[in-house]
Structures are given as C-alpha cells and as structure tokens.
C-alpha cells in the first residue's frame, strides 16, 4: 500500500490551494481516509476524513465551510479542495488510510487508529 500525497504550494491569505491522496494497493470502498496537518513546533492535527462505504465527510471546526474532501473511487484518489486559506492552515499535510473496524466512532480522529501514512506535502499561506 502506498499513498502520494501531491499538490499543495504557496497561497496568499484568502486564497485557494488543493491537495491530493492518490493511493495504491488499496480500494477507497474499504478504506477511510483521513487528513492530519502539523506546522512547526505543533503536533499533527486532524483536518477531514471521508468514510469508506457511503463516502460520508467529516472536518474539524477550524476548517469547516472553508475546506472540502472528496474522492474519485475509480482512480483511488481523494482530494482536500482548501478555500478562504489562513496564515495558521500553513503546515504539512498528510493523508493516511485505515480499513479496520474501530471502537468508537469518532476514531478517524485519532491518528494513532491509521495504518498508513503518504509523505506530506507543503502548503503555505502568507502574503
């Protein structure tokens, strides 16, 4: 299993930049996937998380009506479409994926709960 996070860049605030999660070995209709970020000094947080079986989205409130997650099952890849970006949305960004059953249902918040992990990619936002 691999996952290539792409995408990402330089953007001024209120601007817009998309990342992407293309995965391999893997089928999206079995694995969640989720986005963390961490800027510097900070520990990883998590951004978004579609589910696998009904593709329902979830986002943590620092980012809820500004970014959206979705996913193209037939090339395997989700994608994190970020508007009306901060100076604090700079950080890398992660996707990672999980297909196991979990105990409790806001799992996907936690990163620890994830087998696999893409590299990173940058996103800065500064004027």
């Known amino acids: 299993v691999q996952l290539q996070a792409s995408g990402g860049g330089l953007a001024q605030p209120g601007g817009s930049l998309s990342v992407s999660c293309a995965a391999s070995?893997?089928?999206?209709?079995?694995?969640?996937i989720g986005w963390f970020r961490q800027a510097p000094g900070k520990e990883r947080e998590w951004v978004s998380f579609?589910?696998?079986?009904?593709?329902?989205?979830y986002y943590a409130d620092s980012v809820k009506g500004r970014f959206t997650i979705s996913r193209d099952r037939a090339k395997s890849t989700v994608y994190l479409q970020m508007n009306s970006l901060k100076p604090e949305d700079t950080a890398v960004y992660y996707c990672?994926?999980?297909?196991?059953?979990?105990?409790?249902?806001?799992?996907?918040?936690?990163?620890?709960?994830?087998?696999?992990w893409g590299q990173g990619t940058q996103v800065t936002v500064s004027s």
């Open positions: 990672a994926a999980d297909g196991s059953d979990h105990a409790y249902s806001r799992w996907y918040r936690d990163n620890s709960e994830y087998t696999y």
């Open positions: 070995g893997l089928t999206l209709d079995y694995y969640g």
């Open positions: 579609i589910s696998s079986r009904d593709g329902r989205t």
